[in-house]
């Protein structure tokens, strides 16, 4: 599921030139049972179940011991890896934290199912806590993904135009401008004169303006934090 959802289009692309390395690791690979079974009841009763400490471990320890192998080879420092937890219970997914996470040179997304992962394994080897939003998801998988493409495409080289990610929604804390593209008339809808001018200067001048007006519309509440971080 997660690797056909990744393999196509630009990340795709960036794993094929060699920008990015994504696998996919099972649990169930490091089950201990005939059945690779990796759930069990929860201790004081109730509905659901719950993925053992156990296979999560060993599946985390075999990653680590790749991950510092190749550090090894190649010379790198070997520094802690960071372990992302993909949980209604975390702080809450946004462009701050993807550039942040894009910084790493590895990270390690960890998914749940069922009623969750036995909270001592979670104690041991997570280092964040995330949440894609206030809902609750069959796993952990399609929050995983969006983390992933998320970060990725913040990754040197991975766009085409790197600019791009500097002028997009939330970059600065805004939502991003309206764009037009040709034909510069379109069901009697003019693109703004503005953007036909060849004057650059007002044409960020309009965008940054446009930026606050839709942001002040559609997201007042980072309307009202930009607004407050930049002492307007």
Request: negative net charge; contains cysteine.
């Amino acid at each position: 599921m997660v690797m056909s959802g990744l393999s196509d289009s630009i990340i795709g692309r960036a794993v094929t030139n060699g920008l990015l390395s994504i696998e996919a690791v099972n649990i169930r690979d490091f089950a201990f049972n005939k059945h690779n079974k990796v759930d069990d009841y929860t201790y004081g009763g109730g509905a659901g179940m719950l993925m053992q400490a156990e296979p999560v471990y060993l599946c985390y320890e075999d990653i680590i011991k790749r991950i510092s192998a190749r550090r090894a080879e190649d010379g790198s420092k070997d520094k802690k890896v960071r372990v992302v937890y993909l949980t209604p219970q975390g702080d809450v997914f946004n462009q701050n934290m993807a550039k942040e996470l894009s910084r790493e040179d590895d990270l390690i997304l960890l998914c749940g199912h069922y009623e969750g992962i036995d909270e001592r394994v979670l104690e041991s080897i997570v280092t964040d806590n995330v949440s894609i939003g206030d809902y609750v998801l069959t796993g952990g998988e399609i929050p995983a993904m969006i983390v992933v493409d998320a970060v990725a495409r913040l990754c040197p080289g991975v766009l085409h135009n790197d600019d791009s990610a500097e002028t997009e929604s939330f970059s600065d804390g805004l939502l991003e401008y309206p764009q037009y593209s040709r034909p510069e008339v379109w069901h009697d809808m003019k693109v703004p004169e503005i953007l036909l001018s060849g004057d650059h200067a007002a044409v960020d001048r309009w965008r940054h303006e446009q930026s606050l007006i839709r942001t002040r519309e559609r997201r007042p509440d980072l309307y009202d934090k930009y607004i407050s971080s930049h002492n307007v």
